[in-house]
């Protein structure tokens, strides 16, 4: 009996079923773990995202002072909703970049194996710091749908060399040229691309981008509404700056300042320094030709403003005429011209269209564009040793 019982005790079969279990019961355990950290990083990443988008939408409200509800909206759109399913917190400024606005986002999320231990859920956080900078674009395609989802479109033989600027395009890019080509430092592209021409290869999938001159104030009633005068329809004149229904010109030099106008827009053979054209779509401004003409921007007042005497600095046409589809949009060609300065058409597509006898010192902005023809293009803003005027949101922390 003493026998059987001395074996009993030094018995160590069953032992490894032991250890195995046991440790089977820890892997499981830390695989538990492992599967609860892994969601919540995702988790992180996810609301980092999150952060990113709202502190850079609240960026772009800076200047108009609505940064927390632009944030707010942005989250909300990301499927944050302050309140609700999370806290969306906005203050404005940190210490080392002052003008800028802070989004930090929080959410609690649900724990599986933490949760035996008392802990069912985690608060994770995500913080980003966003504000405005001076940009280093020279075409901004703003269109996030534009007619066949294409955002500029090349047609034909034509050059577009901007080579120190960047382009944004918010939607797709189609090369249809036999030998068009556009050199630029930078080509972000939303959606795809399709042909060949472009140096350096764009990047898809970007974020879309917004208006960089948004937060210009309009020159609309620089001069009031009862001021405006007729047509002058001049040859071979000196003209000065004002608001006119129409501006029909040949052969004339213009003073500097702001021209604001209510109806077409047609130069030929004209010069000017220092000038802006502001074209009112909402009072039936159009813009017509601007042949032969050698135009160039004011460069004296501040960034952001306008007045009729200096115009407005670094814009040379300001168009507000709504236009949708490129092929059906303002027809731009001039033809023996020289333009130097911004052109800016918020609310319209660009139909482009020229020859070698065109060069264009310019930065663009319009909702789409399609080039025809030749047109040769270098950038307005650096190449004429100006600060950037575009202001971009941009993440600083």
């Given at each position: 009996?003493?026998?059987?019982k001395?074996?009993l005790?030094?018995?160590e079969s069953?032992?490894?079923?032991i250890?195995?279990?046991?440790?089977?019961?820890?892997?499981?355990?830390?695989?538990?773990?492992?599967?609860?950290?892994g969601?919540?990083f995702?988790?992180?990443?996810?609301?980092q995202?999150?952060?990113?988008?709202a502190?850079?939408?609240?960026?772009?409200?800076?200047?108009?002072?609505?940064?927390?509800?632009?944030?707010?909206a942005?989250?909300?759109?990301?499927?944050?909703?302050?309140?609700?399913?999370?806290?969306?917190?906005?203050?404005?400024?940190?210490?080392y970049?002052p003008?800028s606005?802070?989004?930090?986002?929080?959410?609690n999320?649900?724990?599986?194996f933490?949760?035996?231990?008392?802990?069912?859920?985690?608060?994770?956080?995500?913080?980003?710091?966003?504000?405005?900078?001076?940009?280093?674009?020279?075409?901004?395609?703003?269109?996030?749908?534009p007619?066949?989802?294409?955002?500029?479109?090349?047609?034909?033989?034509c050059n577009?060399?901007?080579?120190h600027c960047?382009?944004?395009?918010?939607?797709?890019?189609?090369?249809?040229?036999?030998?068009?080509?556009?050199?630029?430092?930078?080509?972000?592209?939303?959606?795809?691309y399709s042909g060949t021409?472009?140096?350096?290869?764009p990047?898809?999938?970007?974020?879309?981008?917004?208006?960089?001159?948004?937060?210009w104030?309009s020159?609309?009633?620089?001069?009031?509404?009862?001021?405006?005068?007729d047509?002058?329809?001049?040859?071979?004149?000196t003209?000065?700056?004002?608001?006119?229904?129409?501006?029909?010109?040949?052969?004339?030099a213009?003073n500097?300042?702001?021209y604001?106008?209510?109806g077409?827009?047609?130069?030929?053979?004209?010069?000017?320094t220092?000038?802006?054209?502001?074209i009112?779509g909402?009072?039936?401004?159009?813009?017509?030709?601007?042949?032969?003409?050698?135009?160039?921007?004011?460069?004296?007042?501040?960034?952001?403003?306008c007045?009729?005497v200096?115009?407005?600095?670094?814009i040379?046409?300001?168009?507000?005429?709504?236009?949708?589809?490129?092929?059906?949009?303002?027809?731009?060609g001039p033809?023996?011209?020289?333009?130097?300065?911004i052109?800016?058409?918020p609310?319209?597509?660009?139909?482009?269209?020229?020859?070698?006898?065109?060069?264009?010192?310019?930065?663009?902005?319009?909702?789409?564009?399609?080039?025809?023809?030749?047109?040769?293009?270098?950038?307005?803003?650096l190449?004429?040793?100006?600060?950037?005027?575009?202001?971009?949101?941009?993440?600083?922390?």
């Open positions: 009996m003493r026998t059987h001395c074996f005790l030094h018995d069953g032992q490894s079923l250890i195995t279990a046991t440790a089977l019961m820890c892997l499981v355990g830390f695989l538990a773990l492992a599967t609860d950290v969601l919540l995702r988790d992180k990443v996810n609301l995202k999150v952060a990113d988008a502190a850079i939408a609240g960026a772009a409200e800076l200047n108009s002072g609505n940064y927390s509800a632009a944030a707010l942005s989250a909300a759109q990301n499927a944050i909703t302050n309140g609700v399913n999370g806290t969306v917190t906005i203050t404005s400024g940190t210490t970049h003008n606005v802070k989004v930090y986002v929080t959410q999320e649900p724990n599986h933490l949760e035996l231990f008392g802990q069912p859920t985690t608060t994770v956080g995500a913080s980003a710091v966003a504000g405005v900078t001076n940009g280093n674009a020279c075409m901004y395609a703003l269109d996030t749908n007619f066949k989802g294409d955002g500029i479109t090349m047609n034909g033989t577009l060399n901007i080579p960047a382009i944004y395009d918010n939607a797709g890019r189609n090369m249809n040229g036999n030998s068009g080509a556009i050199t630029a430092s930078f080509i972000g592209v939303v959606g795809s021409g472009a140096s350096p290869t990047v898809t999938g970007m974020v879309p981008v917004p208006d960089p001159m948004s937060y104030s020159p609309q009633n620089a001069y009031g509404a009862a001021s405006c005068q047509n002058p329809k001049q040859k071979n004149v003209l000065g700056a004002g608001c006119y229904n129409g501006l029909t010109l040949n052969g004339t213009l500097p300042g702001l604001v106008i209510h077409a827009l047609d130069l030929n053979g004209v010069t000017g220092g000038v802006t054209f502001y009112d909402t009072q039936g401004g159009s813009l017509g030709s601007t042949d032969g003409s050698n135009l160039t921007a004011p460069t004296l007042t501040s960034s952001g403003t007045t009729a200096a115009g407005c600095n670094g040379l046409i300001w168009d507000t005429e709504v236009k949708g589809k490129a092929q059906q949009g303002i027809s731009f033809h023996g011209s020289t333009l130097t300065g052109l800016y058409f609310n319209a597509s660009l139909k482009f269209h020229g020859d070698t006898t065109t060069t264009l010192n310019a930065d663009i902005i319009a909702t789409s564009y399609v080039f025809d023809g030749t047109i040769n293009m270098n950038n307005y803003v190449g004429s040793s100006q600060s950037p005027l575009f202001l971009t949101p941009t993440l600083l922390e």
